[in-house]
């Protein structure tokens, strides 16, 4: 199965969905993220790789503005979704969230019926005009979250009474319910056994038709597997970006060498 | 291995079958532990059963009032001189002219059963029935005034020594010294018992009637200091609950986290320390006397209980707030909530099994207060109930803790009885909400 993947011809001619030039990121006078500069492609996996506290988390929290609710941080630079800067002082933080959707690292199901979880996001955006769009918007999220057939029977059945697989897969499905434009995931595997591991990737990897989609691991296996773009971090700066098969077989940068060789992280 | 013995009790050091000795006092402390653990819940548990059982063995009797039971025959020509039924002129006729008519039967039914004690002159003999008979019987009649002229069954209350000798608290050697009863009214007592006309039935007047004078103890009530304790509970709960909760979302929330809202914080926590009593003075400077408020009115008693809770509550509240977990606020964001839906949707349901055991925590201990009602007047004599309109908040009114007070300084033991009597009605209310507490909790509990 992951063999499939890695044969598979790299991705060119995607136009970036998101670049970001000279992103500093600063938790009151620590200088956490250095000077990043990164096009994330769109219809593509991108993995950012690194050792614990190399930033990897905070410049994805910086791509749909979660960091906003930091006091302390502060986000300098020019970070473009389209060409349009989402720090931009017109830019609601709410709506650009609609577009950059995010799964975080432990399974966060909101404590309601697996319906209500996925259909939150399109309530709320006004994204239905009735029930049966709604249903129809829940039921296509689940199928593509692959868990559609686990749960179709218990749709008011807790979120929260899921397996650790299934509860992030819902909140995969919660992510994509509002038809988002990127997908970012942090350490969306770390909290799950190695078949709900399985299972997650291979979504992603379908997820990546429609979305342009970001994921932060520790796990180098993972990146190799799922992504196409890999990012390496190291100590706040971005030390090689490039295509996954490179990153991995023949990476530029010593540092990036000795990460993936197991000589440091 | 082969040290150890085949009993397997080996000496041998550092073996893990012999305790080592910091082991044995490790273990001996946390035994001590647990025994002051033990102690001071078996001498919690037993201080409250004394008190329970105090209240409840001086109380529980005022639910029963000794009453005599005869028929009345209300001659037309005493209470309707005019002879036409009018309530507005039968009025004109006082408690003395009724007191009349209730001495004229009363004495016929002495005569009738037969009922004669030595030394006992009709005059005392009467003197068994209440001095509220005569109110209680007019009440009767101005309520229907169509039984004029006809023999009625009344049930009158006996006075308060009379119901104390059989409830203990009079005897025949105490009547003999005592200038109020005679122990030949006690033997005339006695006679009406064992005839079955002087009962003792459920004193519905102890819960439904206002307070009485010094002299009539049978005939006070806890109806008046009920209704306002509702009517301050209502509204203490209709301003705490919305003012409190929403002033916890948004120091959690929304806040900024500076100086100015650190020295909110510090405040808030202290106005919980506050003594009740100062929140009476501020109300009696601040709701009377520059507001012009009635004093002695439920709203104000209720006005200075929300300053009095609302404290407790925000800290209650924000503390059920910080309690839900950051991931839920992130996912929320995450899928592009707004702050205020992400805080509606799902913090405040979260929260609302702990906000809602602060809220009635909060208005428990309001319930229970009395310093502050007692400065702004709430422990004066009320005699008339409040209205059962919106309106009646601005009447006067008492409520229980006060009357609980004000009975328990009275002179007649008999309102010592009472006294106990408000404390279990105080505490049944109490347990009311203890449990609304705990089923709303149930409810909105989640267990997913």
Redesign the interface.
Same mark, same amino acid.
């Given at each position: 199965m992951n063999n499939m993947r890695n044969v598979e011809p790299l991705v060119t001619a995607n136009t970036a969905k998101m670049t970001a030039r000279k992103v500093q990121v600063y938790y009151g006078t620590t200088h956490a993220i250095k000077d990043v500069d990164v096009d994330i492609l769109d219809k593509t996996v991108t993995a950012f790789i690194g050792p614990s506290g190399c930033g990897k988390s905070t410049f994805l929290r910086c791509l749909n503005r979660m960091n906003d609710t930091i006091a302390v941080c502060k986000v300098t630079g020019e970070l473009k979704l389209e060409a349009e800067d989402i720090y931009d002082p017109r830019v609601d933080p709410v709506q650009l969230r609609a577009k950059v959707g995010m799964v975080f690292q432990k399974p966060n199901p909101f404590p309601k019926s697996i319906y209500d979880n996925v259909a939150y996001g399109p309530k709320i955006h006004g994204l239905t005009r009735n029930k049966a769009e709604l249903d129809a918007i829940v039921e296509g999220c689940l199928k593509k979250a692959a868990l559609w057939n686990e749960v179709k029977d218990r749709l008011d059945a807790p979120g929260t009474g899921l397996s650790g697989g299934q509860q992030q897969r819902l909140c995969i499905a919660r992510a994509i319910a509002t038809n988002p434009e990127v997908l970012l995931m942090d350490e969306p595997c770390s909290a799950l056994d190695p078949i709900a591991t399985a299972q997650v990737e291979e979504l992603i990897d379908e997820l990546r038709s429609q979305f342009s989609v970001v994921i932060v691991t520790h796990s180098m296996q993972q990146a190799a597997r799922v992504s196409q773009k890999t990012a390496f971090f190291h100590l706040g700066n971005l030390v090689e970006y490039g295509e996954t098969a490179q990153i991995f077989t023949n990476p530029k940068d010593p540092r990036t060498e000795s990460y993936i060789s197991g000589r440091i992280g | 291995m082969t040290d150890i013995p085949a009993d397997g009790m080996a000496a041998r050091a550092g073996s893990i079958l012999v305790p080592s000795g910091l082991m044995k006092r490790r273990n001996a402390a946390e035994q001590r532990f647990r025994l002051y653990g033990v102690a001071s819940i078996a001498v919690s548990l037993a201080v409250l059963a004394i008190m329970l059982i105090t209240i409840f063995t001086d109380g529980l009797s005022s639910f029963r009032q000794s009453a005599i039971t005869f028929p009345v025959l209300l001659t037309a020509d005493a209470l309707d001189p005019d002879g036409n039924r009018d309530r507005a002129e039968m009025t004109d006729v006082t408690t003395i002219g009724y007191g009349k008519v209730i001495d004229a039967s009363f004495d016929a039914l002495l005569a009738v059963e037969g009922i004669t004690v030595e030394g006992l002159s009709e005059k005392d003999a009467r003197g068994i029935l209440s001095k509220e008979a005569a109110g209680q019987l007019r009440a009767r009649v101005l309520a229907d005034p169509s039984i004029v002229g006809t023999t009625i069954d009344m049930t009158l209350w006996t006075n308060a020594r009379i119901d104390g000798y059989f409830k203990g608290r009079v005897t025949m050697e105490t009547a003999e010294r005592d200038g109020n009863v005679s122990p030949e009214q006690l033997q005339l007592a006695d006679l009406l018992r064992d005839r079955g006309i002087l009962s003792q039935p459920f004193n519905w007047a102890f819960l439904t009637g206002s307070d009485a004078s010094d002299q009539r103890p049978e005939a006070a009530g806890l109806g008046i200091s009920i209704v306002g304790s509702i009517y301050m509970m209502i509204i203490v709960a209709l301003l705490c609950v919305p003012i409190g909760v929403a002033a916890s979302i948004y120091l959690e929330e929304f806040a !900024?986290?500076n100086r100015w809202t650190d020295l909110i914080e510090v405040n808030i926590s202290n106005l919980a320390a506050v003594p009740s009593i100062v929140y009476g003075i501020l109300g009696l400077a601040v709701f009377i006397n520059f507001a012009g408020l009635p004093q002695s009115s439920s709203l104000v008693g209720a006005l200075v209980l929300t300053l009095m809770t609302l404290p407790t509550i925000i800290i209650a509240t924000r503390a059920a707030i910080r309690a839900v !977990?950051p $991931?839920?606020?992130? +996912? +929320?964001?995450?899928?592009? +909530? $707004?702050?205020m839906?992400t805080v509606f949707?799902?913090v405040l !349901?979260?929260a609302m099994p702990g906000i809602l055991t602060g809220a009635i925590l909060g208005l428990a201990t309001a319930l229970g207060e009395t310093a502050p009602l007692l400065l702004i007047g709430m422990v004066a004599f009320v005699d008339n109930f409040p209205a059962a309109s919106v309106g009646g908040i601005l009447d006067p009114a008492t409520a229980l803790p006060v009357q609980v007070y004000g009975w328990a300084q009275r002179a007649d033991p008999a309102f010592i009885e009472r006294s106990s009597g408000a404390i279990i009605v105080l505490l049944f209310f109490l347990v009311i909400m203890n449990a609304v507490a705990i089923v709303l909790r149930r409810r909105f509990e989640?267990r997913?």
């Open positions: - | !900024p986290k !977990p $991931s839920i606020r992130d +996912a +929320a964001l995450g899928v592009g +909530a $707004s702050k839906q949707d799902h !349901p979260l989640r997913w």
